[in-house]
């Protein structure tokens, strides 16, 4: 198995989490890219027509992209640990994937705004809105802190990496302080 990646994207962290806790991190070659979101990669391209990272080559030369499909392939791979087959357990789970995704993707909305849009054009109110929707996720979380109590599956994974990248590039949100 093979994966373009970023070191700083979040999403590629992600499947390298998932794949860590389900004891396949070893089995996974470390492909490095050029992603970038306006000077896109035409290496990534040519396997992913997104030009986006995480993208995933299996054993069987099969192309994934995007860490949901990726951390759902590497669950099914491992005997479905991260990811309950049904029930309520399921849809929390992926419920979690969901938010803690929606948060990664406002943060690098956000991100961008600071370092890829010129600064002549940038939007503030762009970004403070995908802000606060960071704020109102961790505020979400703060107030029901047993949707992650005693969780390893994908849902906590996802809102870990979120959180890493939280102190990566926006620490003065604090989430730690709160």
Known sequence: MKILFSPFSPYVRKCLVTAHELGLDGQIQL????????????????????GKVPTFFADDGQVLYDSRVICEYLDVQAGGRLIPASGAARWTTLTLQSLGDGMLDAA?????EDVARPESIRWPEWRAAQLDKIETSLAHLDAHPDLLAGRVDLGALTIGCALWYLDLRFPDLGWRAR
């Not at 490095?32 to 306006?38: E, F, M």
């Not at 690098?108 to 961008?112: K, N």
């Open 108 to 112: 690098l909305l956000a991100r961008y």
């Open 31 to 50: 492909l490095p890219s050029n992603a970038h979101p306006v000077q896109r990669d035409q290496a990534i391209i040519g396997h992913n027509p997104l």
